[in-house]
Structure formats: C-alpha cells, structure tokens
C-alpha cells in the first residue's frame, strides 16, 4: 500500500478534490497503476478529514474510471489496459468475491432448479428432430425468417400492438436493438432526451456512437410530458428514448393518459420515439404502447430477456414502414442477422407458451422478494412497482448515494448508486436495489438487513445530529 499524501486544491468539494488529486498524480506518475491506495482511514486522518469524505472521494474517482475498488481487499489505481468501458460499470461489478451479494444489476431471476437449462435441452431436441434445420443454417434475410417474424407479430399483438410481419425485425435483445436504431436512424452529434435518470446500458450505446444526452424531468410516472415540450423548445433533439413501463432505474410506470400526451409532444417535435418495453413482455403490465398512439414514429422494443431467458439474446423492433429498410440496413451491419437457431427456440417459447409459464413463476418470486422489502425495508422511502427486477431506495439524510454504496459494499453488499443513471449533474440521494440478481430468497433477506441496519443507522444520526 502506497504512504500518498495529496495535496488537495481548494476551492473545490473535499472529495471532488481527492479525485481531482489522484487524476493529477497519476498523470504526473506520481501514482502509478495497479498501486493501492491508501485505507479511507488513513487518508482521513493524513488529510484531516472524515472517512465519509474519503469514501465520497473514491467513489468519484471510480466512477471517473480511475480507479477500482475490491471488497476485502481495497481501492487500487486503474492499470491502463483496462479499456475504456463508454460508461458501463454500473456499481462495483469488478471483483465480485465470493459471499458478496451482488445486487448492483438488473438482471432478471433465473430459478435455481435448473428448469431454464433443461428446457433449453428438450427445445433444441425437438428442433434437431425437426425439418427446420436446412433453414437454420444458412443466411437469410437479416430482419428475420417471414415465419419467425410472422410469430413475433402474433405475439406482440396478444401484448397490445397492432403490428404486421413485414415491420418486424428480430435482434439480439433489447441492448442491440438500441445499437442498430441509434446508428440507423441518427448521425454523431444528434441529441437524444431520455429521463433524467436513465438506463445505464442505453447512456453508454449513445456516448458509443458520439451521441448527445439531454436528461427530461420525472415525475412518479417517469417522464413528464410538459417538461419534455419545454426541452424540446430549447435543444431541438432529434429523438426520445423511454422506458414507459417499470422504468428502470425507478420503478415509474406511465398512465394511458402520460403515454398519449408524450405521443402528442412527439409529434410536435418530430420526433422519433425508441419505446423500450423490455419489462412488459410478459410482466403484470397490460397499458397500451406509446408505439399505438404513435405508430408513424415510434421504434418499439421488446426483447425475451427478462421474462423468458436472457441467455437467448433473443428481442424484437416494430418500426415504422418508412424505417424499416433502414433497421434492417443496421442489423446486417452489425452482425448480419441474429442467429436463427436462437431465434427459432424463442418463437417456439413465445408460442407454446413456455414463456409465459416462465414469466409467470419469475413474478411469483418476484412478489415474494417485493413483500420482504416491504416487510425490511417499510419504514424508509422506496419506490416499488409489481413486476419491478428492483427497487428504487431514497436515502434519508446524511447519507449520499456514493457513501451508502461504499458503505453496503464494506458490508459485504453491492448496488448501483444513483450516479450509474444520471443524465445532467443532479444526482439524486438514492441506490437502485435489484431484487432478482440472485438465485435464493434467503440472500436477498440477508442483504436487505443489511442495508436497513445502514440507513437506520443514519436515520439515528440525523436524529442524533437535530
Ligand atoms: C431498460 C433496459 N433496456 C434494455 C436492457 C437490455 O436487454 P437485453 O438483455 O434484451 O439486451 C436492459 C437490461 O437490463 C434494461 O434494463
């Protein structure tokens, strides 16, 4: 462990300035990579500071991609071949040790009886026994075989679409069918409004691809329609992204009301609309798209990862006629087309009813985990949605979001702070929880106290404080 004692600029934030001096000292080499940095202790009390600030400190230089911290073992100077990551890591993914409850992604729960796998065997079975196979293995039209995207059709309409097969086009899951919207439908330098907190996986393909950002005011709906008019006005965007149901990082789920008004906002504007609908695909949500009450603009995405299996990479783009040729052009440039046997056993999912039965056992262990933050959790602030793979966690003063993901993460916990989200400066005090990371209940009891024990603790210090 290196003895660095910085030097600390005023005239800037404490912790901002602990970030802005290991910046400056790695470059002039006085750090070098790979060196780990001292305890948040040490440096406090070489500094004169609180260990808070300290941890605020490395947060910050974390997130700027200066360094990595490790539970158990430290903060360490990022090593240069570490590649640029377009914004991806979201909490601590990196050195997830074992016994460490990882709750930091939104990934969908994938039951620990091995059903998934066996299922997966007995399809690919039926399909080696079929006379399917001489279509499997060769190229075609890269939107899809017509059967594939007759069933995707069929399947988005029993979810409230009204779309035909010739506007389907099959990708590899929701993340790239953002890839090939955004770099079919828009040139470097276009601005794109989304929610002012929004999916991190999106804020990366748009910075990727030398996109602008421009982040919309929320409400408990997600994005408010008056505030993206006003937007609209001063930055003349080109297009919205949106996720209308179970927003992630916070839960919010539009009205009927909400959807149609942002349809009407986008048409104002000319905007185009990427409706991102990977939590309703077969989640308790039944409201109608913003893809049917703007259906000339909107780029409707759904995808089987959280509800079937994300293992597939399977998911879908209901485009608008006029685009189609375009989002086709995106995803023979990208990887010429999906893979057809993955492809082949979604549709056979989607209309036998696997998928369904799937999704259904997924949102009854969803619900059971929802009731035990209810249970842990119910006296502080969160925002919960049925269906929702996590919950969004407001935190009562003092704690800030990068000090309590620090601090859950010395415990043993990993979540995704409010930072990972942020479109703009204003980062909320609040970390997004993912209930279905992991496989048993009895972990998520565990993690949950102990992010309780963190915020009552904090509770009583402010009280304390008053
Ligand atoms: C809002 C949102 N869109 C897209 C994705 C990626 O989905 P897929 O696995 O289908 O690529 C995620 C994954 O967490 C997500 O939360």
């Known amino acids: 462990m290196t003895m660095w004692k910085p030097l600390l600029e005023d005239g800037t934030p404490r912790y901002v300035a602990i970030a802005d001096a290991i910046a400056r000292?790695?470059?002039?080499?006085?750090?070098?990579?790979?060196?780990?940095?001292?305890?948040?202790?040490?440096?406090?009390?070489?500094?004169?500071?609180t260990v808070g600030t300290v941890s605020r400190g490395y947060a910050e230089a974390e997130r700027r991609g200066l360094t990595v911290g490790e539970v158990g073992r430290g903060t360490f100077v990022r090593t240069a071949s570490e590649p640029e990551d377009f914004g991806w890591r979201v909490a601590a993914q990196e050195g997830v040790s074992k016994g460490v409850i990882d709750m930091s992604l939104a990934c969908p729960w994938v039951p620990p009886d091995g059903?998934?796998?066996?299922?997966?065997?007995?399809?690919?079975?039926?399909?080696?026994?079929?006379?399917?196979?001489?279509?499997?293995?060769?190229?075609?039209?890269?939107?899809?075989?017509?059967?594939?995207r007759a069933a995707a059709a069929e399947w988005l309409g029993r979810l409230g679409l009204d779309v035909t097969p010739d506007r389907v086009v099959v990708t590899n899951g929701a993340q790239h069918a953002?890839?090939?919207?955004?770099?079919?439908?828009?040139?470097?330098?276009?601005?794109v409004v989304t929610a002012e907190l929004s999916y991190p996986g999106f804020k990366s393909v748009a910075q990727m691809l030398g996109l602008k950002l421009r982040g919309v005011a929320m409400d408990g709906q997600g994005i408010r329609a008056d505030a993206l008019d006003e937007l609209c006005g001063q930055a003349s965007p080109q297009a919205l992204y949106c996720v209308p149901s179970i927003q992630n990082p916070t839960g919010a789920t539009m009205s009927e009301q909400r959807r149609r008004d942002i349809a009407e906002v986008a048409r104002k504007h000319g905007l185009i609309v990427i409706e991102d609908q990977i939590h309703v695909s077969m989640g308790p949500e039944r409201i109608p798209p913003i893809a049917a009450f703007a259906p000339e603009r909107t780029l409707h995405i759904t995808t089987l990862s959280k509800w079937a299996t994300f293992g597939l990479r399977i998911g879908f783009i209901a485009a608008p006629e006029r685009a189609v040729e375009r989002i086709?052009?995106?995803?023979?440039?990208?990887?010429?087309?999906?893979?057809?046997?993955?492809?082949?056993?979604?549709?056979?999912?989607?209309?036998?009813?696997?998928?369904?039965?799937?999704?259904?056992?997924?949102?009854?262990?969803?619900?059971?985990?929802h009731e035990l933050v209810r249970e842990i959790l119910g006296h502080h602030r969160v925002d919960m949605h049925r269906g929702s793979l996590h919950v969004w966690v407001h935190l009562p003063e003092p704690l800030r979001s990068d000090e309590f993901v620090a601090q859950a993460r010395q415990r043993g916990v990993l979540v995704a702070g409010a930072e990972a989200f942020a479109v703009g400066r204003d980062v909320p005090h609040a970390?997004?929880?993912?209930?279905?990371?992991?496989?048993?209940?009895?972990?998520?009891?565990?993690?949950?106290?102990?992010?309780?024990?963190?915020?009552d603790g904090a509770s009583t210090a402010c009280v304390q404080i008053v």
């Open 25 to 49: 000292d790695l470059a002039a080499g006085v750090l070098t990579e790979g060196t780990r940095l001292p305890t948040h202790r040490d440096l406090a009390d070489t500094l004169g500071v």
């Open 115 to 148: 059903e998934e796998g066996l299922l997966l065997a007995e399809t690919l079975r039926d399909v080696a026994k079929s006379r399917t196979l001489d279509e499997l293995v060769t190229y075609h039209p890269s939107s899809g075989l017509p059967r594939h």
């Open 178 to 191: 953002m890839v090939v919207i955004l770099g079919a439908l828009l040139r470097p330098g276009d601005t």
């Open 328 to 369: 086709r052009s995106g995803v023979r440039s990208t990887l010429w087309m999906p893979a057809p046997l993955m492809t082949e056993v979604a549709v056979r999912w989607i209309t036998d009813g696997t998928a369904e039965r799937l999704a259904k056992k997924k949102l009854d262990e969803l619900d059971a985990r």
């Open 431 to 455: 970390v997004r929880v993912s209930l279905a990371q992991v496989p048993h209940r009895e972990e998520v009891r565990r993690a949950l106290e102990i992010l309780a024990d963190i915020l």
